[in-house]
């Protein structure tokens, strides 16, 4: 097992290498730079330019800011954020629990709703409710995640007023520090009546955006897989051994369907970082996609790099845990080594 | 009275260009304690048969039946789920695939265990000392061990006998066993074909063998229903058959065999393929690969003529008897 781990991890270092080099040059492939960005409207006089150029190193060749970049990596310095002077790990920790948060619901929602979508649309293949979950379902992967956002924000923020526009919390009622950064431990660490519930009321609306496409993804997907095992020889048997229906297919054909499911959902978490960035600019929630867009629109260069290296790393380490959840879930995987 | 009767039974599936009929007005009489093999080519619908018994069909096959008892119910007047309580009890089915009948991700102790619980019941200790009877009975060395085993784990004779101790898990008095040795090793289906046949002596069950392998029947049944293109064409007692074969498929099937050719010469096979869809003939439907076909064979198709000891489906019988007319 360990060994195992071991190897996983060694072929993570060419894909992060490779990912340090993306996120350099295309941060650098944008127009426009961090020190015209940071003198403004009016202008600055050509020697503070330059002064200001030679001060973020940006006057060497960009094969010599790399190389530095990468020596200040392996020495665990992710570099100061241009436009905060604060340090990039220091600004992206701050921000990622709101992010996690966020992603967490949004994957147990698309989860919930999605696997028994599949399932049903699987088992009831080519009448209504399959036609309906799975119309549905494309509907959903095809959507523009900030227009979806945005009509969602209109239906029940705005006419209904059911669920606050934006923010994490009705900080007008409560106050109380950051322990976690997570809102909803710290609400209910601070024992203050009413909080959970605030910051669950403010946590539904960006979930429920950011699962759309996942939950799609994850139907469709739990569909396919369904149908296929449900074809398999095993299934008969436990038919012909008098099984109940739902047995048959919530534990006999779901098992070996989930197989399949989990590297989807693995892969999904990926995918639900890059809507973050959109989700959390829609709905100002203070995570590191709204933090990274910021950097962008500032050109603060070692905040993107940074952030792109760190949202990198914890997408590997999810495949990393779903690589490992093989074992436990496909028997057959577990002898293979 | 049999332990399970079947009247006219057919069944039909959609495709693309109108019905395929699988099986077309078969009958089938077992008694507790019998042995009836069904022999035929792939595609004669031995098969479909036995899974429409068992309920086992896709929802979209249209099955047909004058009468279907099993030990007495009558099958046709029940609902679906009660149905599926007598699969697996009174009922039970081997299958073809041993490997791939187990599902790879629960223990062979847990799925036989799944079986005991639902129709036996009783505690985890007694349902554990049953699974591990049973798979000491099929004859699993170090049941303990096996109990515990993933069935990618075992061979394929071994899964085999998994599956017949989990269809023997609640003592059923039917046993179907769809060709349960085709896809094992040579030396290994002798085996199983032994175990099957002493199991039904011991458990006084009746046992539905569907086979190709005319030399199986040869040592095992004591009724034959041969099986051609979804019909049957003739049923004898096993030894009737073997000796005086009425009609010309079952003479051809049985001159297939090595052991009866003549030596020193090629072995005689049966020309054509068994017809689809598209081409089945209006006459006999052996007809276009029949050696003894007349015009009359061409024409028209005859009739399941069932008499108490045999049944034929031919115009013109071989090794004539006086009871043909």
């Known amino acids: 097992m360990f060994k195992f781990i071991l190897s996983k991890i060694t072929l993570l270092i060419p894909t992060f290498l490779g990912i340090t080099l993306a996120a350099f040059l295309f941060v650098r492939l944008l127009p426009g730079d961090p020190v015209t960005i940071l003198s403004g409207e009016r202008g600055i006089s050509d020697e503070r330019r330059a002064e200001m150029i030679a001060q973020f190193g940006l006057d060497k060749p960009v094969l010599v800011q790399y190389l530095n970049y990468l020596k200040n ?79 969602l924000i209109m239906l029940f923020s705005t006419t209904l007023g059911w669920t606050p526009v934006s923010g994490r919390l009705d900080i007008i009622n409560y106050y109380f520090e950051p322990v976690t950064g997570f809102m909803t431990v710290d609400a ?66 779901l098992r070996n369907a989930m197989i399949i499911v989990v590297t989807v959902i693995g892969l999904e978490v990926g995918t639900l970082l890059a809507g973050a960035v959109l989700t959390e600019s829609i709905f100002s929630w203070p995570g590191v996609g709204k933090w990274m867009i910021d950097a962008i ?23 990393l845990i779903v690589d490992l959840m093989y074992g436990w879930i496909n028997p057959r995987v577990r002898d293979g080594k | 009275m049999s332990l399970l009767s079947v009247r006219n039974l057919s069944v039909a599936f959609p495709t693309q260009n109108g019905w395929f009929q699988a099986v077309e007005g078969i009958h089938l009489a077992v008694n507790a304690g019998d042995i009836l093999a069904i022999v035929g080519e792939s595609g004669s619908g031995k098969s479909v048969a036995m899974m429409a018994v068992m309920n086992l069909l896709p929802p979209t096959a249209r099955i047909t039946c004058d009468e279907l008892k099993i030990d007495g119910q009558d099958l046709l007047a029940m609902p679906a789920k009660q149905r599926r309580k007598l699969n697996g009890g009174t009922i039970a089915m081997i299958f073809q695939e041993p490997m791939s009948s187990l599902n790879p991700c629960f223990t062979v102790g847990y799925q036989i265990d799944e079986a005991i619980r639902i129709h036996l019941g009783g505690s985890k200790k007694e349902r554990l000392e049953r699974a591990l009877h049973l ?88 009724q034959v229903v041969v099986q051609y293109a979804g019909q049957q064409v003739e049923k004898q007692p096993v030894f009737g058959l073997f000796n005086h074969p009425h009609h010309p498929y079952t003479a051809a099937l049985l001159d297939a065999l090595p052991e009866r050719a003549p030596a020193g010469d090629f072995l005689p096979t049966i020309q054509g393929i068994v017809p689809g869809q598209k081409d089945r003939p209006t006459g006999c439907l052996f007809s276009p690969r029949c050696t003894h076909a007349q015009v009359l064979c061409h024409e028209q198709q005859p009739a399941l003529v069932r008499q108490p000891e045999q049944w034929l489906r031919c115009h013109y019988p071989l090794n004539p008897v006086e009871v043909a007319q």
């Not at chain 1, 992206?92 to 147990?108: G, N, S, V």
């Not at chain 1, 629109?297 to 495949?319: E, W």
């Not at chain 2, 046993?175 to 175990?195: G, M, S």
């Open chain 2, 135 to 222: 798979l000491e009975i099929v004859g699993i060395p170090d049941p303990q061990r096996r109990y515990k085993a993933y069935p990618h784990q075992m061979s394929g004779g071994m899964s085999q006998r998994a599956m017949i101790a989990m269809a023997l898990a609640a003592n059923p008095k039917l046993l179907i066993a769809d060709e349960p040795t085709t896809a094992l090793d040579v030396t290994v289906q002798a085996q199983i074909l032994e175990l099957l046949l002493k199991l039904q002596q011991t458990q006084g069950m009746g046992l539905i063998l569907i086979t190709h392998d005319m030399g199986v029947v040869a040592e095992t049944a004591q």
């Open chain 1, 73 to 151: 990596l392996v020495q665990g310095d992710f570099g100061q954020s241009i436009s905060t002077h604060r340090p990039v790990v220091e600004e992206f920790f701050e921000r990622l629990p709101a992010t996690m948060e966020l992603a967490f619901f949004a994957i147990l929602i698309a989860v919930l709703v999605g696997v028994p979508a599949g399932i049903i649309a699987a088992v009831k293949r080519g009448r209504w409710p399959d036609h309906v979950l799975m119309g549905s379902a494309l509907t959903g992967y095809s959507m523009p995640i900030f227009w979806w956002g945005l009509l």
């Open chain 1, 188 to 253: 209910w660490l601070s024992g203050q009546e009413g909080a959970v519930t605030s910051a669950l009321h403010h946590l539904i609306l960006p979930s429920v955006v950011l699962s759309t496409i996942p939950m799609a993804v994850i139907a469709r997907q739990t569909r396919s897989a369904m149908l296929e095992v449900l074809g398999e020889d095993y299934i008969r048997t436990a038919y012909a051994k008098g099984l109940p229906t739902w047995r048959v297919i919530g534990i006999h054909a």
């Open chain 1, 297 to 319: 629109s500032h050109r603060d260069y070692p905040a993107v790099q940074g952030g792109l290296l760190f949202i990198s790393m914890l997408v590997m380490l999810v495949n």
